[in-house]
């Protein structure tokens, strides 16, 4: 069965330094994963996806992951923080096509300080 | 711009009404979805739909049920709302694998949410 676990529910930063948010997955074939954000009062939106080309994923905002199959992990980081990074991070994990049975972590919220 | 849009952001329900959420979504995606959110526990997978009428139970269906008459419309129901259904109510759209491009397969696009409190 698929998994994701998020280690840390929350992260605190302060502005201009390294963003990590892990992300540790389970699953029996290869998977497709990705990470939503999710800013106060609004629905998630799609940071970046790995469908099994590169294994370093770029995204939206100067984030980026690295798929690691040895380890199967899916960390999210980003080299310098910024105010407008505050917001709550989902790493998420789907086998097969169309969607279907997209399981989600329980979610990381990113504190970012002056 | 907005894709998918969900009727009512608040809602306030009396435990045992009957309680309707609507999402239409404008991108002709055959998937749609609903989710529930709550913290520490992300979000989950109440029910989800890859056609007219064809609907299929998530991880917690108990206590729900969903509707879908026409391709863009997807509503779920609350049959008797109860105080632990009480959470942040997410509608989401994808396209079918195959039927989209390459770059938006297996993306779900969300709705804003729904907020609802049931006292």
């Known amino acids: 069965a698929q998994s994701v676990t998020q280690l840390g529910s929350h992260v605190s930063v302060s502005e201009g330094a390294l963003v990590l948010l892990r992300c540790n997955y389970s699953?029996?074939?290869?998977?497709?994963l990705f990470w939503y954000v999710q800013y106060p009062n609004q629905g998630l939106q799609l940071l970046l996806k790995?469908?099994?080309?590169?294994?370093l994923v770029k995204g939206i905002n100067g984030f980026e992951a690295e798929f690691k199959k040895s380890e199967t992990s899916f960390h999210l980081t980003k080299p310098s923080a910024h105010m407008s990074d505050a917001a709550e991070y989902f790493c998420?994990?789907?086998?097969?096509?169309?969607?279907?049975?997209?399981?989600f972590g329980a979610g990381t919220r990113l504190f970012v300080k002056a | 711009d907005v894709k998918v849009t969900q009727s009512s952001r608040y809602l306030v329900k009396r435990t045992g009404e009957k309680v309707f959420l609507e999402c239409v979504q404008d991108?002709?995606?055959?998937?749609m979805f609903w989710y529930r959110q709550d913290p520490g526990l992300g979000l989950r997978l109440i029910y989800f739909?890859?056609?007219?009428?064809m609907k299929e139970k998530g991880d917690i269906p108990e206590g729900y049920s969903v509707s879908r008459e026409k391709k863009e419309r997807f509503s779920l129901i609350l049959e008797s709302a109860s105080t632990n259904q009480t959470s942040m109510y997410l509608c989401?759209?994808?396209?079918?694998w195959g039927s989209g491009t390459v770059s938006g397969a297996n993306v779900l696009t969300f709705g804003a949410g729904s907020r609802l409190t049931v006292l």
């Open positions: 790995y469908t099994s080309a590169a294994t």
């Open positions: 699953s029996s074939v290869p998977p497709y």
């Open positions: 998420a994990v789907t086998l097969g096509g169309g969607g279907f049975k997209t399981i």
């Open positions: 991108m002709d995606h055959e998937n």
């Open positions: 739909s890859y056609d007219v009428k």
């Open positions: 989401a759209s994808s396209f079918r």
